[in-house]
């Protein structure tokens, strides 16, 4: 290996496009039927590796460039970093190397768009490309798996079917007519998939369990209005915990749309179909939120530098 081997790829956000949960299992987490979508919402990862001499052992490092979305964050203890350790455990005969890792953060912390998670399955996708992919799609999986139960499909990528633990994926047609208008949460609105999952266990079901199946054949059909078939599960606990969800969705219905919270929130998104949605964007903004509209995305081709 030459002296440093260096490279920027690009992380995307998920979208939850129809969640339901069912009960808690044994392992603490809960079974889930979900729709994932990847978008064009992304952090920027740089991996560099630089090789030490014989007898060193491998070291890992995190910059994390100071942003409003990286308050919080931690470079010591960061899911990169575990999910590092874990590949290099597992990669045999690698050396001892430096390897170190620059995140730009632009997509928000415990905001239900699987940031976290979406790093550590470009850290794994990363790694394996800079060290001439010493492991399978089969074994990148199972170590994803063991990081969180968003990192095999944030690895993956695209339009898929989760079930189980939402780790159980099925590769499904995107709709590349959409778009999704955003309103993210500010960093004094955020929500943890834990207490989000603890309030949702303390709400009674008010409605009847739905399936994803006749989501996927409202996803496949190019006339249908999505929007109108979108649902979470947890959107009820996670406004019973943070108003500024609710107010967002409010908003977005005043504009005639019908927005969704994300995973476990906050960030609220609409599905857009055959609108100008410039209009749209200058009225949420000028009520304060901060708003974009983002694209499905559905692979790491957005590699965007190797050195």
């Known amino acids: 290996m030459k002296a440093t081997k260096k490279l920027t790829l690009f992380a995307p956000a998920k979208l939850n496009l129809f969640l339901e949960v069912q009960a808690q299992r044994s392992d603490g987490y809960h079974d889930l039927e979900s729709i994932f979508q990847t978008i064009d919402l992304c952090d920027e990862l740089t991996i560099a590796i630089s090789p030490l001499p014989a007898g060193a052992q491998t070291s890992f490092s995190l910059e994390l460039p100071a942003s409003e979305r990286s308050v919080g964050l931690s470079n010591t203890d960061n899911l990169i970093l575990r999910a ?17 890792f620059s995140l730009k953060k632009k997509i928000p912390i415990a905001a239900g768009l699987a940031g976290g998670s979406t790093d550590a399955a470009a850290t794994i996708y990363g790694l394996n490309y800079l060290l001439n992919e010493p492991l399978n799609e089969t074994d990148r999986l199972a170590l994803c798996r063991q990081l969180g139960a968003d990192v095999p499909f944030c690895l993956l990528q695209g339009c898929m079917l989760g079930r189980g633990r939402g780790d159980e994926l099925l590769r499904l047609p995107m709709r590349r007519d959409l778009s999704f208008l955003l309103l993210l949460p500010p960093a004094s609105e955020l929500l943890t998939a834990q207490e989000v999952y603890q309030r949702f266990d303390q709400i009674p079901r008010k409605e009847p369990s739905r399936e994803g199946s006749s989501f996927i054949r409202e ?59 410039n209009p749209l964007i200058n009225r949420l903004q000028a009520e304060g939120f901060e708003v974009a509209l983002h694209r499905p995305v559905d692979g790491y081709k957005q590699i965007v530098g190797y050195l």
């Open 219 to 277: 996803l496949m059909d190019a006339d249908s209005e999505l929007a109108c078939h979108c649902f979470n599960a947890l959107q009820e606990a996670a406004i019973s915990l943070n108003h500024w969800a609710e107010h967002a969705l409010s908003s977005l219905e005043a504009i005639g749309l019908q927005g969704l919270v994300s995973g476990s929130g906050p960030t609220v998104f609409a599905p857009i179909e055959r609108l100008d949605p």
């Open 84 to 100: 590092a350790a874990l590949f290099f455990q597992s990669a045999q005969g690698l050396g001892p190397l430096a390897v170190s």
